[in-house]
């Protein structure tokens, strides 16, 4: 490859993709952009292919993007990188036949990153500088001041604080607007059979020549992907027009269905919006103003209870998770606070099971690389923790079949809000339930294998079971908590002999979860 002298050598990592950062503000011919394809990013965990190609995509995207505005790019994709052992291997070369005199950075959000080109920096016998990603709300210096770490935190605190400090949704009298903070009390309803779902808005990206170079050198992915046609967004102009299909099509009734699960449909009403954000292609700011405006044109058309739960999302847990993120690393990254150490079953990687709602969920992620959050937190997640598997097994499985999950978000939402592996730090209790919670918000259980009315015998749906063992093995830490002790007195009203039956399906289960 051919690298041009330059005195600036600046890096753009694949997840630092804002072409409206003040680095592009005018081009200077001192200056060269590098962006580059990266085994280590490919490979340190098992990705979905889709979400591998869709980072190298609008990678690629941003580079010709960029150049088209002025800018010196060096784009380098795995032909070109593969001879070099790491990020710190492929900088130094670059600045070697360069010249720079030079080397600059955005802050990256996996800690793992932060460290290596930290100590890259340190190692360096030109000046090295870190900036800023000019991404998120809570800039990075502020969040040791909004998450102190001696302190438990809670997303509805936090929550409240982002909307006085920010105005939104917010009346001149410095109340939330409608009298409420939340209204998730109204956006918990299944969805009836006579609602018809909007088709979801895909696009034609060609990833064929990409898929070739992962394969060429054997990079390990998971998933699939039909005709190597990427159906996500790849473009600043696709992920407006990802937004726009939201605002104007599904957000009416997001917030209704917003904890849904069917198996008529993988999108439902679901904005799809999280890769986008996360590769920086659209900013929190403008996806929640794009809310606030649809209902200001529109008030009667936009229940506030959908806008809300929707701004929730993106200004509060969001957010919020980034900010348990690196308060909390590294140490964050060993928690197992249940000790459990179970593998996760191989159907997670198949979707080959007899569990509806386990086949549904894990289907769809294998073949669009997405599941929602009650899909993600209350069936896989909720399957995972009552099975007692290690959170790291968790965070590997996760962080690599979602195209949104980057370690920053991913993490907080696995280890804490979905596996307590946190003890508490994010979630006020685990979020466990038996087979009834999904029968209620799902159209899944009645065409089951499984009885989802039965607790115990070769046919009871396995969460019944599950849910009482989770419960007795662990009962010495979680009785006394408020919010679970109605629990235990239900289960001492049964008796022994009852009790028995279901531990020992549970039993069974544990013993063999891939007979499932």
């Known amino acids: 490859m051919e690298i041009p002298a330059c005195k600036r050598l600046r890096l753009i990592l694949g997840d630092q993709l804002n072409a409206e950062h003040s680095w592009f503000a005018a081009p200077d011919p001192d200056i060269l952009y590098v962006v580059a394809e990266l085994h280590q990013e490919a490979t340190y965990v098992r990705h979905h292919v889709q979400k591998v190609l869709a980072f190298f995509l609008a990678m690629e995207a941003l580079a010709g993007q960029l150049k088209a505005r002025g800018h010196r790019v060096l784009h380098l994709d795995l032909d070109d990188?593969?001879?070099?052992e790491g990020l710190p291997a492929l900088l130094t070369h670059l600045l070697a036949q360069s010249g720079s005199e030079s080397f600059e950075y955005q802050r990256p959000d996996e800690f793992r990153l932060m460290q290596q080109l930290s100590e890259f920096c340190d190692s360096l016998d030109i000046p090295g500088h870190c900036c800023g990603t000019e991404h998120f709300l809570v800039t990075f210096d502020a969040l040791e001041?909004?998450?102190?770490?001696d302190k438990k935190q809670r997303m509805e605190h936090f929550y409240r604080r982002m909307r006085r400090d920010s105005g939104w949704l917010m009346d001149e009298d410095s109340k939330p607007v409608g009298g409420q903070w939340?209204?998730?009390v109204e956006n918990r309803k299944s969805l009836p059979r006579q609602i018809v779902l909007p088709e979801p808005l895909l696009f034609e990206n060609d990833a064929a020549a990409?898929?070739?170079?992962?394969?060429?050198h054997g990079i390990e992915t998971l998933g699939e992907i039909a005709g190597d046609r990427l159906a996500w967004p790849v473009t600043r102009e696709?992920?407006?027009?990802?937004?726009?299909?939201?605002?104007a099509d599904l957000l009416p009734r997001f917030g209704d269905y917003q904890d849904a699960l069917t198996d008529r449909d993988w999108a439902l009403f679901h904005s799809r919006l999280s890769f986008a954000m996360n590769s920086k292609l659209l900013s929190p700011r403008e996806v929640v103003e794009a809310a606030l405006e649809a209902?200001?044109?529109?008030?009667?058309g936009y229940p506030l209870a959908s806008v809300e739960g929707f701004v929730r999302q993106v200004m509060g847990w969001r957010e919020f998770m980034r900010g348990i993120y690196w308060t909390r690393?590294?140490?964050?990254?060993?928690?197992?606070?249940?000790?459990h150490q179970a593998s996760l079953p191989a159907f997670y990687w198949t979707g080959e099971t007899r569990m509806a709602c386990m086949r549904q969920a894990i289907g769809q992620s294998l073949e669009h690389a997405y599941a929602h959050h009650i899909q993600r937190l209350m069936v896989t997640g909720n399957f995972a923790l009552l099975i007692g598997a290690h959170p790291d097994a968790v965070d590997a499985w996760y962080l690599g079949i979602y195209i949104d999950a980057i370690e920053w978000v991913e993490m907080p939402n696995t280890r804490g809000m979905s596996q307590f592996a946190d003890g508490g730090l994010v979630a006020s209790k685990p979020y466990v339930s038996s087979g009834n919670y999904i029968n209620k918000m799902s159209d899944h259980c009645s065409g089951c294998h499984f009885d989802v009315k039965a607790r115990s015998g070769d046919k009871a749906c396995p969460f019944n079971p599950l849910y009482w063992h989770f419960m007795e093995r662990h009962r010495s830490r979680l009785e006394k908590n408020p919010r679970i002790g109605m629990v235990y007195r239900n289960w001492d009203r049964m008796s022994q002999d009852r009790r028995d039956e279901i531990l020992t399906t549970a039993d069974a289960i544990l013993a063999d979860p891939d007979a499932l």
């Open 81 to 84: 990188t593969a001879g070099f």
């Open 210 to 216: 990409a898929h070739k170079r992962l394969q060429r």
């Open 145 to 149: 001041e909004v998450f102190p770490s």
């Open 238 to 247: 696709q992920c407006r027009a990802l937004l726009s299909h939201f605002t």
């Open 295 to 300: 209902r200001a044109s529109d008030p009667d």
């Open 182 to 184: 939340n209204y998730d």
């Open 329 to 339: 690393m590294p140490a964050y990254a060993s928690l197992n606070e249940l000790d």
